[in-house]
């Protein structure tokens, strides 16, 4: 059993949860590592924006479901999961309260970019006892749920920007969409 990271926009958070909670997704483009990925292994959520963790899903099995879940993006490497923890964003772990208790936010030399952690996902937890700690600390916010409040556009930003351009397969071009990520922003 292993832990590894979800990440989601306030968005596709919201589109997940009311498409039942039951597939989650990545991009194509993580194929290679989300082929890692085992029945009984964990997601733990993270919303981008508001910096909160939101919630925890174990893995069932990788799914050909091909369902619309997702306005904006397909994310087509899909798996089955079962929710354990769902949270709204107020009720949230704020990543502050992780500082020098994970390996990717030790100290304050670490906020904003968390040694690259959350730049992409499915990402492997370095050390699985952060997952566990997480973990925990979600099923005691779904317990006893403390409110924060988060900012609406926040919770409504996209991390990435979508750019039109040309791409080469042999003699050929054809149009694409390329993303490039912001950086995640530093909680005050």
Same mark, same amino acid.
């Given at each position: 059993?292993?832990?590894?990271? %979800?990440?989601?926009?306030?968005?596709?958070?919201?589109?997940?949860?009311?498409?039942?909670?039951?597939?989650?997704?990545?991009?194509?483009?993580?194929? =290679?590592?989300?082929?890692?990925? =085992?029945?009984? #292994?964990?997601?733990?959520?993270?919303?981008?924006?508001?910096?909160?963790?939101?919630?925890?899903?174990?893995?069932?099995?990788?799914?050909n #479901?091909?369902?619309?879940?997702?306005?904006?993006?397909?994310? !087509?490497?899909?798996?089955?999961?079962?929710?354990?923890?769902?949270? %709204?964003?107020?009720?949230?772990? !704020?990543? =502050?309260? /992780?500082e020098?208790?994970?390996?990717?936010f030790?100290?304050?030399?670490?906020?904003?970019?968390?040694?690259?952690? /959350?730049?992409?996902?499915?990402?492997?937890?370095?050390?699985?006892?952060?997952?566990r700690?997480?973990?925990? /600390?979600? $099923?005691?916010?779904?317990? $006893? !749920?403390?409110?924060? !409040?988060?900012?609406?556009?926040? /919770?409504?930003?996209?991390?990435?920007?979508?750019?039109k351009?040309?791409?080469t397969?042999?003699?050929?071009?054809?149009?694409?969409?390329?993303?490039?990520?912001?950086?995640?922003?530093?909680?005050?």
């Amino acid at each position: 059993m292993n832990y590894w990271l %979800d990440l989601f926009t306030g968005t596709t958070w919201d589109e997940f949860r009311k498409a039942g909670a039951n597939i989650s997704g990545f991009r194509q483009s993580r194929h =290679n590592i989300a082929s890692k990925i =085992n029945p009984g #292994d964990f997601f733990i959520c993270y919303l981008t924006g508001v910096m909160r963790w939101v919630g925890v899903l174990e893995v069932v099995s990788p799914t050909n #479901d091909t369902s619309t879940i997702w306005k904006d993006a397909d994310f !087509p490497v899909r798996f089955a999961v079962r929710p354990l923890v769902l949270l %709204d964003a107020e009720q949230g772990i !704020p990543m =502050n309260e /992780l500082e020098g208790r994970v390996d990717f936010f030790e100290g304050v030399q670490d906020k904003g970019k968390f040694k690259g952690f /959350l730049r992409g996902s499915p990402s492997l937890f370095k050390c699985q006892e952060d997952g566990r700690l997480i973990h925990d /600390l979600l $099923q005691k916010a779904a317990k $006893q !749920p403390i409110l924060r !409040p988060v900012d609406p556009k926040k /919770l409504a930003r996209k991390p990435y920007n979508l750019f039109k351009a040309d791409r080469t397969r042999g003699k050929t071009t054809i149009p694409a969409k390329v993303t490039v990520p912001e950086p995640e922003e530093i909680e005050q």
